[in-house]
């Protein structure tokens, strides 16, 4: 199930948005039959994408019945630090997420599966993943209260799926996924500041499956539920200078917050139809033809809810004598505050306190949409001598944007020579790829007009009398065309006595690709519907729109060799998977997300390689890894009583430059460099080439009849390599997963 409603975001502690995944619902691996990758010539039947698909086929129940159980466990002292530019007072006493000095994980998983009838099977499963993070929050010699907070995560897994074959050629299949999810957070130097962020739901379906005399015909009917939810502690947040009032900071001098980000909640439901015909082959002159056709078409709703409106104070100002007292105490404090005199690098009070020049008013309120999404396909696997020919032709649409798209896709195999010691074929193709839109382009029109700021200019002032600007939406949704990537393929697939390789070269061209525009950027006509960005009289409204003007060209190589069936050697069996890639890519636009991710909706200044400019104007980033290579291998033997299975995965990556945020203008944690300039800073910053080596070593016993018990051991970047991927953050070095459990 795939995540509409916002992806990419992944920040916690933003005021308006929740985190959330690409993926809807996680799946425990251990349930997973068969994973297929399609990255190129790509059938008709799939649709509403443009990189690839990944389709995961669960289990099914066993024919004989059989159970496991097993408990798998690291911690911070089965792992190696490499804490980079951090130093280790702050690494061992870290408040950030982003830095975990200790911390406690464990998965706990348990299944059973058989058949209860001749005709009906069963499998059950369930897998948790419990974490446990201790960190620093606020001084206890101050607060009074323990310096020590532990976070907590928490990820579940229920599954159940029945099969059922009631009479011969009729197959059905029911399945059920609950997965939850639940992470504890605080904010740093803050009292009442902790939230849980919760997400995953629920998915469930029905499959049916009929074998004709001349046709399958299968019918998928699916149901889903998706939700991100924030529940905070409190629905204000306040960041106070400190003071002998606001003292919970661990450090005078460092500001001292309360409260959290409030409560929000997304949410995604879906009911899909999926119905497709498979005929069988049939024989047209000197041609054979395997005609496939299939429909589906499904409704969505997805919204956006504030359930409390959410107070925010801003603009932080002393009271600068002793006389002026404050008439409010929500946002207003008489405590004098305690400056750091830079000259004597001393601490000074101030005569009088503080209080917020602006308090922001998030009011409660609902952003709702319902869309309702078909599409059809049809396509002819064909040979002709030694041929293989497969055109095919889908269609999508829906009611959200209102586009109708039609995506050729023509597959194209021939085999040079085919026989009992080698096979060699050249393929090559054309294919477009429509992908989608995500609900997040509406979901983010008209969120911004639900905030309202008061400004005021002295504490005997109550904010609520202040000068009010009532925000109308930032950014302005309007119908998109559909993104797609037009697909030319070439290559050549070689079997030889026990090994299969293959080479091939992807040309990709993405066009009609989202991007973010402000209207001043593109010199767009004033809409007094829209004006977040600006309340000033002397200045023009601004507000941001989507656009279809992104484009990106990706040009990519790959090489592939493996073993179609273990090698024996001395009764021991070996299997290798070796793979290379080189990719050029190219594109002329910064995604949404790398916009809307950062919470940068208004489009501030910012500072990139010493220049300042918009945020929504600093280059394309590039990030691709020109070369990638990687290799598997699989070895099993047996030493009685044992069985072994050793696993090795070998991956090299090649240097690449990519544009990434150095300093900060107001920073989170301490591993975030304060900005002297007052405004985020970017800088292109070159990484070196990686190498990471990881390896999987398993062993089982029996212990009579069919009870075994088993134990794997995995290691993590074994060679203790520092593989940077990103600045100013710490990075794993090697790790030691340890697993101990049961089967019959």
């Given at each position: 199930m795939n995540n509409d409603l916002d992806p990419a975001s992944n920040n916690p502690n933003s005021t308006t948005d929740v985190p959330g995944q690409s993926q809807g619902l996680g799946i425990d691996v251990s349930l997973i039959k068969s994973l297929n990758v399609y990255d190129s010539n790509i059938s008709a039947s799939y649709g509403n994408f443009e990189g690839g698909v990944v389709e995961a086929i669960t289990k099914?129940?066993?024919?004989?019945?059989?159970?496991?159980a097993s408990y798998q466990t690291t911690a911070s002292s089965m792992t190696k630090y490499h804490i980079g530019t951090l130093s280790q007072t702050d690494f061992d006493n870290s408040f950030d997420r982003s830095a975990q000095p200790v911390f406690f994980k464990q998965i706990i998983r348990a299944s059973a599966s058989g058949p209860i009838t001749k005709n009906f099977g069963l499998i059950a499963s369930f897998s948790t993943t419990l974490s446990t993070i201790p960190l620093k929050q606020y001084n206890a010699k101050i607060y009074g209260e323990s310096t020590d907070k532990d976070q907590h995560r928490n990820i579940a897994n229920y599954f159940l799926k029945a099969t059922y074959n009631?009479?011969?050629?009729?197959?059905?299949?029911?399945?059920?996924?609950?997965?939850?999810?639940?992470?504890?957070?605080?904010?740093?130097?803050?009292?009442?500041?902790?939230?849980?962020?919760?997400?995953?739901?629920?998915?469930?379906?029905?499959?049916?499956?009929?074998?004709?005399?001349?046709?399958?015909?299968?019918?998928?009917?699916?149901?889903?539920?998706?939700?991100?939810?924030?529940?905070?502690?409190?629905?204000?947040?306040?960041?106070?200078?400190?003071?002998?009032?606001?003292?919970?900071?661990?450090?005078?001098?460092?500001?001292?917050?309360?409260?959290?980000?409030?409560?929000?909640?997304?949410?995604?439901?879906?009911?899909?139809?999926?119905?497709?015909?498979?005929?069988?082959e049939i024989r047209i002159f000197h041609t054979t033809h395997n005609f496939n056709t299939g429909v589906q078409i499904g409704y969505t709703n997805a919204y956006y809810e504030r359930a409390q409106d959410h107070l925010v104070g801003s603009s932080q100002r002393l009271i600068t004598t002793a006389d002026t007292k404050c008439v409010e105490n929500d946002f207003c404090s008489n405590s004098p505050v305690k400056r750091l005199n830079p000259r004597t690098n001393t601490f000074i009070e101030t005569p009088g306190g503080q209080f917020f020049g602006m308090v922001t008013l998030y009011e409660k309120g609902k952003i709702n949409l319902d869309n309702l999404n078909y599409g059809a396909y049809i396509e002819d696997d064909m040979q002709i001598w030694r041929f293989h020919f497969r055109p095919g032709l889908r269609l999508d649409g829906d009611t959200y944007m209102h586009k109708i798209t039609l995506a050729p896709r023509i597959a194209l195999r021939y085999e040079v020579f085919n026989n009992q010691y080698a096979n060699t074929s050249i393929i090559a193709g054309y294919n477009r790829y429509y992908g989608r839109n995500l609900f997040a382009y509406r979901l983010y029109d008209g969120r911004n007009a639900l905030k309202k700021q008061y400004t005021r200019t002295a504490a005997?002032?109550?904010?609520?009398?202040?000068?009010?600007?009532?925000?109308?939406?930032?950014?302005?949704?309007?119908?998109?065309?559909?993104?797609?990537?037009?697909?030319?393929?070439?290559?050549?697939?070689?079997?030889?006595?026990?090994?299969?390789?293959?080479?091939?070269?992807?040309?990709?061209?993405?066009?009609?690709?989202?991007?973010?525009?402000?209207?001043?950027?593109?010199k767009l006509p004033i809409d007094p519907e829209y004006d977040a960005l600006c309340s000033s009289k002397t200045c023009l409204p601004r507000y941001a729109i989507w656009t279809n003007n992104g484009k990106s060209n990706s040009d990519i190589f790959t090489f592939n060799l493996s073993t179609t069936k273990p090698l024996e050697i001395l009764h021991t069996y070996h299997s290798i998977i070796l793979g290379a890639d080189f990719s050029m890519i190219q594109r002329d636009f910064n995604s949404y997300a790398e916009s809307l991710n950062k919470s940068q909706y208004q489009d501030p200044y910012i500072l990139y390689d010493g220049k300042k400019i918009l945020y929504s104007q600093r280059p394309a980033s590039n990030f691709a890894k020109p070369w990638t290579g990687r290799i598997t291998t699989i070895?099993?033997?047996?030493?009685?009583?044992?069985?072994?299975?050793?696993?090795?995965?070998?991956?090299?990556?090649?240097?690449?430059?990519?544009?990434?945020?150095?300093?900060?203008?107001?920073?989170?944690?301490?591993?975030?460099?304060?900005?002297?300039?007052?405004?985020?800073?970017?800088?292109?910053?070159?990484?070196?080439?990686?190498?990471?080596?990881?390896?999987?070593?398993?062993?089982?016993?029996?212990?009579?009849?069919?009870?075994?018990?088993?134990?794997?051991?995995?290691?993590?970047?074994?060679l203790d390599n520092i593989n940077i991927v990103q600045t100013n953050v710490y990075q794993l070095g090697r790790q030691f997963w340890i697993e101990f459990g049961y089967k019959y």
């Open positions: 099914n129940p066993d024919k004989n019945f059989s159970a496991k009631p009479i011969e050629n009729l197959y059905l299949e029911s399945s059920i996924i609950y997965a939850p999810s639940d992470s504890e957070y605080f904010i740093f130097n803050g009292i009442n500041s902790g939230f849980n962020i919760q997400t995953g739901g629920i998915q469930a379906s029905l499959k049916e499956k009929y074998i004709f005399s001349f046709a399958s015909w299968s019918n998928h009917l699916s149901f889903s539920n998706l939700s991100n939810n924030r529940k905070s502690e409190a629905n204000y947040y306040k960041s106070w200078f400190y003071s002998e009032e606001k003292n919970w900071s661990p450090k005078v001098g460092e500001n001292s917050t309360e409260g959290a980000n409030g409560n929000i909640k997304e949410n995604q439901m879906a009911l899909n139809l999926k119905s497709d015909l498979n005929f069988d005997n002032i109550d904010w609520r009398d202040g000068t009010l600007v009532v925000n109308k939406s930032n950014t302005k949704f309007r119908e998109l065309k559909v993104p797609y990537n037009d697909e030319f393929v070439a290559g050549i697939s070689q079997k030889f006595w026990q090994f299969e390789s293959n080479f091939k070269y992807v040309r990709r061209n993405g066009r009609d690709q989202i991007t973010k525009v402000h209207s001043s950027t593109a070895s099993q033997f047996s030493i009685a009583p044992f069985n072994f299975t050793w696993t090795n995965f070998f991956n090299y990556s090649s240097g690449y430059q990519d544009i990434v945020q150095v300093a900060y203008a107001t920073p989170i944690g301490r591993n975030q460099k304060q900005s002297e300039s007052g405004l985020d800073e970017y800088e292109k910053v070159s990484f070196r080439d990686s190498f990471n080596w990881d390896t999987h070593i398993g062993a089982e016993v029996k212990m009579g009849g069919k009870n075994k018990l088993f134990v794997n051991l995995d290691i993590y970047n074994l």
